[in-house]
């Protein structure tokens, strides 16, 4: 018995908000009397983030300390339309419709500030700090609190502001195919390092190494999160995972998690990962949203590691050692390919 | 059948409430006593979602019978802070990350907590082992692990 | 280990902002690690009842009787839900913006065409009282003939999982039993190429395995409401579904969600709120409603599985001329949203590549499973796999090392994608190259200095004369076209022969509490032939959102 070691690669890209448009997005910005700002929407956070990517953006958009907003979603009494989490369209629509709404707002609050101030608003500027004051001048200035006071006090405005995102719906030709899906993709290349048994079948992924191109990442901790998360569900979907083991037999589906088989804590690899942003012309920020397409180079890759570390291809997934050693047999043992790098 | 009364002390406070027999200690924290902390994932001891520590040992509240609790106390994630000030499991989870959805964040929390009380000082192998059974299908586990040897390291550095 | 380069793309960044691009803290963290988060099952209701339904034991039989009189004595039943008792039974997910035929019962009338299948509802004073009750429903099943692989389904002559499409494929734009992608003639570029490799994947279904099940408590509310807390991922996706189903205005109903337990596409298709709402009408109390964990594993929508079988034509040199790739999407039962994956597949056809011949022919197809539904990467992760595990074998096939292979390739800034629209905003190059770095991989100095900026367009922009055909067209189902075969050295899979299933043996008892009841045991409509639907009638004023999803073109 030996174990071999391979590697392998894979480049992808994957589609950002990709459903043919027609699916708006709505946000709704408000502020309370002493400029602290709620963001009300009916996004889904399933974990991705969606609360504290919309309440960046809100507060960049805003000009306000993070601190300053917080966003309430998903109450269909007082959240705005929204046509749910999936297709990776939460960063791209939500968060556009949340800079429309922002923007909405904070041109109400620089009005305010300026009636106070008596100059031009659109000399005012920003600081993020909490405070708005005429650009070049930071003495002349204001409190967001400050000008949120007046404005609701003294000048009877409302500091709030509406957005909607929508991209129009796009044709599909029937004959050729042509469409319009999709306005930004995020691309990928990853390289697994694994080690075969030809024994036993056994795979064990040693590492991964990883370039995402994501466009802007808004937050890169959040980043980190879904980019780790995913590529462990990718290993798991390469290697473990199957409702029937048999397709098309639709038997012998697990029932637990004893039985539907995924990696434990003690089955994952260090993930080496290098991120490049180039921003999405027309996404929040330039952000894309890696929640989707992080999983997806593992699959490949990990297959492409087992055909150079023991000669076999196995083109049904999951990659199980049942199916490496049929293949192994088939073939008279492993034959391992060039070793890269 | 008859409901029958039982007693504990969940997160130091004393608690008496009527159960089914067969009512398991998870439905009896969560639907009797209103703590919403443990979640119900498979209810079949094989997610962790449900892990509180009766008398400080890791059970799982989906397979344990609420009247075999007379007596003991119980402890769930509601319970870990003390007061406003975060147990440093729940400081170092905030600073990794080591939670997307949440979902098995009490659990898992609950299971490393059972961990570092009896072993202040764990190995990477020892916390991987702790956190066995307890599935998380978001965060791909390493920022949990290290979250929790981080934990360890700064109660350490604490106490020392 | 997290590092970024930012030192790519620099030019096209200001990096100068307040919170964008800052590891702050999530709003949500705080609440998770104290446990104070809520989630839909988190909300204590006093006088909460329980619901659970009857499911299936046959992936495919005619229900002769149903028999609920036990059932509604048992101890703690309330209400039995049947399938008579739901106002619009019938529905499909995308009927909300206009794409497709309603084809799935909320509960299942005179047929089940998948194992798990609901077929009534037991609203309980308990969790164990509704499960005790579920086990006395008597239904007796005449078993139908199963079809479980997807290209079995399109053969002349299979069993007909849903009547609904009777070709056992989804119609695309009203007359094809697929969708199709035409760019470039790949049948001349295959004869020119110096290599060509078909080769057959497949895709495993997966389960989502969130750690929070599918659930839903529903309540009545002041003004005639009803509050609604939903795992959905799609709020009012959700809430428009469950208003057409159970026939309400959708300002009845009060849906608070938007933290959940983990998703992954899992929770898109309202599995239970319809249900739900339905028994808190009907018992004027609060009830909840949550799938099991086995349950969920078994019979929640899982990701469907996908075939893709790939044809390059390429030359000595690397460069690929041709891709064709023939696709089937297992949708199983109904379609929920496989159709819409279809079509995202069909998009990302032929991957990141810049190919000048590309065909793409991808079957949305219905057997015998449970329905398949959206999952991460939805369309998309099948095909990755697949596309590069081809590109991997081309490479070796050439003799090219695999990375230089997908740079000399890969699609650039000012490419013509296969779907005609041009690409931009590209950066596989620079991927490749850095990964390549990090693990010092050497890569040549042509593969070094290649750019995603530059040295596309031009030629590579062109739209090349493009040969359609009326291949594909929908026949009547005794005449459908089988789709095209597998060439020899790509051998089909055996098809799956399930055991022949056994009748259960269970009293036909009548059905005294229904007189209603439509006649259940009677034969099965004979399946219809596609006649030339109508177009469908906008439902709920939503706006239709595609123009897969609309039939007038
Ligand atoms: S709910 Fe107890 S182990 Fe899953
Ligand atoms: S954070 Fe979602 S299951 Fe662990």
Redesign the pocket.
């Known amino acids: 018995m030996a174990r071999h070691q391979g590697r392998g690669m894979a480049s992808i890209n994957y589609p950002i908000g990709m459903n043919l448009g027609g699916d708006p997005s709505q946000a709704l910005v408000h502020a309370n009397p002493d400029g602290k700002f709620t963001v009300a929407l009916s996004a889904i956070d399933l974990?991705q983030g969606m609360k504290q990517v919309s309440r960046q953006i809100a507060a960049e958009t805003l000009g306000v300390p993070i601190e300053d907003v917080y966003v309430d979603t998903a109450d269909s009494d007082t959240g705005p339309h929204d046509m749910g989490s999936f297709a990776s369209r939460g960063t791209h629509r939500v968060g556009n419709a949340v800079i429309v709404a922002a923007k909405e707002a904070r041109g109400v609050l620089l009005e305010a500030a300026a009636e106070e101030l008596e100059v031009n608003a659109d000399d005012l500027v920003t600081d993020g700090k909490g405070n708005i004051h005429v650009r070049g001048a930071a003495s002349k200035s204001i409190t967001v609190k400050a000008a949120s006071q007046a404005a609701q006090f003294k000048q009877g405005k409302t500091i709030s502001g509406r957005g909607i995102f929508l991209i129009p719906l796009s044709n599909v030709n029937p004959e050729t195919g042509e469409m319009s899906p999709v306005t930004a993709y995020a691309h990928a290349c990853l390289v697994v390092d694994l080690e075969v048994c030809d024994e036993t079948g056994d795979v064990k992924v040693n590492k991964l190494t990883s370039a995402y191109e994501l466009g802007r990442a808004l937050n890169p901790k959040m980043v980190e999160q879904q980019l780790v998360g995913g590529a462990w569900m990718g290993m798991s979907h390469a290697l473990y995972e199957t409702p029937e083991p048999y397709y098309p037999n639709p038997e012998n589906g697990g029932r637990d998690y004893n039985e539907y088989l995924m990696p434990g804590p003690g089955d994952i690899a260090p993930h080496d990962i290098a991120v490049l942003e180039r921003p999405a012309p027309d996404g929040p920020f330039g952000g894309k949203g890696p929640g989707e397409m992080c999983a997806n180079p593992v699959l490949p890759a990990v297959a492409n590691a087992i055909f150079n570390a023991v000669g076999v291809r196995i083109d049904t997934l999951p990659i199980t050692p049942e199916k490496i050693l049929r293949a192994l047999r088939a073939q008279g043992g492993a034959r391992p390919q060039a070793r890269r790098a | 059948m008859a409901r029958m009364p039982v007693q504990f002390r969940l997160n130091g406070t004393d608690r008496a409430v009527f159960v089914e027999p067969v009512e398991t200690l998870l439905g009896t924290i969560r639907r009797g006593l209103g703590d919403f902390a443990p979640k119900f994932g498979c209810g079949q001891g094989t997610c962790g979602a449900c892990t509180v520590l009766v008398d400080g040992e890791p059970r799982l509240g989906c397979l344990t019978l609420s009247v075999t609790c007379e007596g003991r106390s119980i402890e769930t994630a509601s319970g870990l802070a003390d007061g406003p000030t975060l147990h440093p499991l729940q400081a170092a989870f905030m600073e990794h990350f080591a939670?997307?959805?949440?979902?098995?964040?009490p659990g898992?929390l609950m299971a490393a907590k059972a961990l570092l009380d009896r072993n202040p000082d764990p190995t990477r192998v020892e916390v991987v082992e702790a956190i066995a059974g307890n599935?998380?299908?978001?965060?791909g586990y390493e920022p949990?692990i290290n979250a929790i040897l981080a934990a360890a390291q700064q109660r350490g550095a604490r106490r020392a | 280990m997290l590092e970024f380069r930012k030192d790519l793309f620099a030019d096209e960044r200001d990096d100068n902002l307040n919170v964008i691009g800052k590891g702050e803290q999530r709003q949500d963290m705080l609440g998770?690690v104290t446990g104070r988060t809520r989630f839909f099952d988190d909300h204590g209701f006093d006088g909460l009842l329980h619901l659970k339904v009857v499911r299936s034991p046959h992936h495919h039989a005619r229900i002769r009787s149903i028999d609920v009189s036990a059932a509604e004595r048992a101890p703690g039943v309330k209400r039995v839900i049947r399938a008579q008792d739901v106002p619009v039974n019938k529905n499909t997910l995308l009927s909300l913006i206009g794409f497709g035929k309603d084809d799935e019962p909320t509960l299942a009338v005179d047929k089940v065409r998948y194992k798990g299948e609901p077929i009534v509802a037991i609203i309980a004073a308990s969790d164990a009282e509704a499960m005790a009750a579920v086990k006395l429903v008597r239904v007796s099943y005449d078993p139908l003939p199963t079809v479980f692989d997807v290209q079995e389904a399109l053969k002349p002559g299979a069993v007909v999982v849903n009547e609904t499409y009777p070709g056992n494929y989804f119609e695309y734009h009203d007359k094809y039993d697929h969708q199709k992608l035409r760019f470039g003639d790949v049948e001349a570029a295959f004869r020119t190429a110096d290599h060509v490799l078909e080769e057959r994947y497949q895709m495993s279904p997966i389960e989502h395995a969130?750690?929070e099940t599918n659930g839903t408590i529903a309540a009545p509310e002041t003004n005639n409401r009803y509050v609604v807390h939903s795992c959905a991922q799609g709020l009012f996706f959700s809430l428009g579904t469950t208003a057409k189903i159970l026939a309400l205005e959708s300002n009845r109903l009060h849906f608070i969600g938007g933290t959940v337990?983990?998703g992954f596409g899992g929770k898109v298709d309202s599995l239970t709120e319809p249900l739900a709402v339905l028994g808190a009408i009907l018992t004027g109390q609060p009830v909840r409603y949550v799938l099991g964990r086995e349950e969920e594993m078994q019979f929640g929508s899982p990701r469907g599985a996908e075939r893709h079988v790939i044809k390059d034509g390429v030359m000595r040199d690397g460069r690929i001329v041709a891709r064709q790739i023939t696709s089937y999407f297992d949708a199983g039962a109904y379609t929920r949203l496989s159709s819409y994956g279809v079509v995202k597949c069909v998009a990302h056809m032929p991957g990141p590549y810049t190919i000048p011949n590309v065909r793409g022919d991808a079957y949305c197809v219905f057997t015998n499973r449970v329905p398949a539904t959206a999952m991460r990467g939805f369309g998309v992760t099948g095909l990755d796999f697949s596309i590069e595990v081809q590109m991997d074998k081309l490479a070796h096939l050439v003799g090219i090392d695999p990375m230089e292979f997908r740079i000399l390739n890969a699609y650039r800034d000012g490419d013509m994608k296969a779907h005609r629209r041009v690409a931009h905003n590209t950066a596989l190059i620079e991927c490749v190259q850095v990964a390549a770095q990090k693990v010092n991989w050497p890569l040549s100095e042509t593969a070094r200095r290649a750019s995603s900026l530059s040295g596309g367009g031009g030629p590579r922009a062109a739209i090349p004369p493009t040969v359609t055909d009326e291949s594909g067209r929908i026949g009547r189902p005794e005449t459908r076209q089988a789709p095209p075969q597998l060439t020899p050295g790509a051998a089909p899979l055996p098809a799956y022969q399930p055991a022949p299933a056994v009748p259960v043996q269970q009293p036909a008892a009548p059905l005294p509490n229904y007189p209603s009841q439509p006649a259940a045991a009677a034969p099965l409509p004979a399946p219809t032939p596609p006649v030339q639907t109508p177009p469908p009638t906008p439902q709920h004023g939503a706006a239709r959102f595609s123009s897969v999803f609309t039939r007038r073109r």
Request: glycine residues 20%; aromatic residues 4%; proline residues 0%.
């Open positions: 974990g | 939670a997307q959805c949440g979902f098995c964040t898992m599935i998380c299908r978001c965060t949990i | 998770h969130s750690t337990g983990g």
